[in-house]
């Protein structure tokens, strides 16, 4: 018989990847809840849309009676959690948001999930797992030539990294108190196909093409590590297959760029695929420095070596072509970010700490 995940958070960027591969590589059912905030979008479903083995739910993680039914009638043998607020500069106009979904929302499906799990069977019990998927940003600012790994102190500054730290904290409590065997993952910043375009990577690559400034925070010397989002999925299946109950994994792809770096290297990419014949040195003049992000982190940087030595994983992209097929879906797919404009996002600027703006 065939196994069910049930995956929260389904329609958003990591999400909705971690539930194409399910479908489209696996045998297994997938039941995906998702609230569909303003970044979910059933649109980066569509190729797995009617596939008897899946069903979407709408509906809030933090809906106990919602949730508690979902597993009971589904029975998953894993329950895969990505849903989230994720964009700091969201987190920093509209905290309260991040608070109900990360924080809240974790820990009632985590109540759930024990519930159910206490009422298993032994064996169904041993194989069952909660997959927790984090970020490095609750580590806080790198200094030069550290790394995070998984035992790296917590020190987040945005409300959003503090609200997944707070997650994070309660979905080990969950299996140190309770037993519930837990995984939880902490990776770097992801980019791909279908991301949301308040993000850097797709923000920057239609402001690009639209001939907008290029806005860079501070003096852009900020420095990011970043894996390709179907790399970071890839891991993420490693880590159900083969982690350790109790276990935290870092997950990075060792690429790391400082903002204005990672700009340039989009500029120079829309150059060589020419989508609106224009030179290097007019995408580079839109490059305009505005007022940095409060709290801004300086550096992440991720240690991936224990997923590497312990579960056989290494990224199959490298930087630079995994950035290159995402800029070149995103000059393919102007469609879709032209619908998201419209009704969603215009790519203002947010994170400056005025409510009700995000």
């Known amino acids: 018989m065939a196994k069910t995940f049930f995956v929260t ?18 045998d297994c059912n997938v039941v995906n809840l998702d609230r569909l905030t303003y970044a979910g979008n059933l649109e980066t479903l569509a190729c797995i849309d009617g596939d008897s083995r899946y069903r979407f739910v709408q509906g809030d993680i933090a809906d106990r009676v919602l949730v508690k039914e979902l597993i009971e009638q589904t029975r998953p043998a894993a329950i895969v959690n990505l849903a989230a607020e994720t964009h700091v500069d969201r987190s920093i106009d509209n905290p309260a948001d991040f608070i109900h979904s990360n924080i809240i929302g974790t820990a009632t499906l985590l109540e ?3 519930e159910y799990w206490n009422r298993l069977g032994e064996k169904n019990q041993a194989q069952f797992r909660f997959l927790h998927v984090s970020t490095d940003e609750v580590f806080g600012s790198l200094a030069e030539g550290d790394f995070f790994c998984e035992t790296t102190p917590y020190d987040p500054s945005s409300p959003y990294s503090a609200t997944k730290a707070s997650s994070d904290h309660l979905v080990r409590a969950w299996h140190r108190t309770y037993g519930l065997p837990v995984l939880v993952t902490n990776c770097s910043n992801n980019y791909g196909p279908y991301q949301f375009p308040e993000k850097l990577i797709p923000l920057m690559v239609l402001k690009a093409l ?4 290029l806005p860079v925070y501070g003096r852009g010397d900020q420095v990011r590590d970043w894996i390709y989002v179907e790399d970071h999925v890839n891991a ?10 109790g276990e935290t994994y870092n997950l990075g792809s060792c ?16 150059v060589e695929l020419d989508p609106v014949g ?22 992440y940087a991720i240690d991936n070596s224990k997923v590497v030595r312990e579960l056989k994983w290494k990224p199959q992209e490298t930087f630079e072509s995994g950035l290159r097929k995402t800029v070149q879906w995103i000059c393919e797919n102007r469609n879709y970010y032209d619908r998201i404009k419209a009704n969603r ?8 700490g005025q409510p009700g703006q995000g």
């Open 9 to 26: 958070g389904g329609a958003g960027f990591i999400g909705s990847a971690v539930v194409r591969y399910l479908i489209q590589q696996t």
């Open 112 to 114: 759930a999930a024990r």
């Open 210 to 213: 639209a001939d907008e400034e």
């Open 236 to 245: 993420l299946m490693k880590v159900l297959e083969s982690g350790n109950p």
């Open 255 to 270: 690429s790391e760029r400082t903002n204005l770096e990672l700009i340039e290297n989009i500029c120079e990419i829309l």
């Open 278 to 299: 224009t030179s290097k040195e007019s995408l580079s003049s839109l490059i305009t420095f505005v007022e940095d992000r409060p709290g801004h982190d300086q550096r």
């Open 345 to 352: 996002y215009a790519g203002q600027r947010l994170g400056m």
